[in-house]
């Protein structure tokens, strides 16, 4: 008997726990709570080092393709058959340094 009369005496009380431990917990653990933040926060650093990656692989591509199109670099084609086809003239002594 005294439970329940505890109850409706103190309903305001007891609203303002339940509403503070519920705050609290989804403040902490939600879907836009604190530690949800800081993992996106470490997928966003990981993004943007993955995209400032891709970004020098396309400039180096792009830098490959530039000296292959309109205006050949006789030089750079020289040394892409030497390296991929193992070619060399004759008295010459390839040595690659991989």
């Known amino acids: 008997m005294s439970l329940i ?4 005496t103190k309903k305001l009380f007891l609203f303002n726990i339940f509403l503070t431990l519920y705050i609290g917990i989804n403040l902490l653990s939600g879907e836009r709570g604190l530690i949800s933040y800081f993992d996106k926060k470490n997928i966003e650093k990981e993004l943007i080092q993955k995209a400032s990656n891709l970004t020098e692989d396309l400039n180096f591509i792009s830098n490959k393709n530039r000296l292959l199109s309109k205006n050949i670099d006789i030089d750079f084609l020289d040394s892409l058959y030497r ?5 060399g003239k004759k008295n010459e002594i390839l040595i690659k340094l991989k």
């Not at 009369?5 to 409706?8: S, T």
């Not at 390296?83 to 070619?87: I, P």
Request: net charge positive.
């Open 83 to 87: 390296e991929k086809l193992k070619f």
């Open 5 to 8: 009369k505890i109850f409706k």
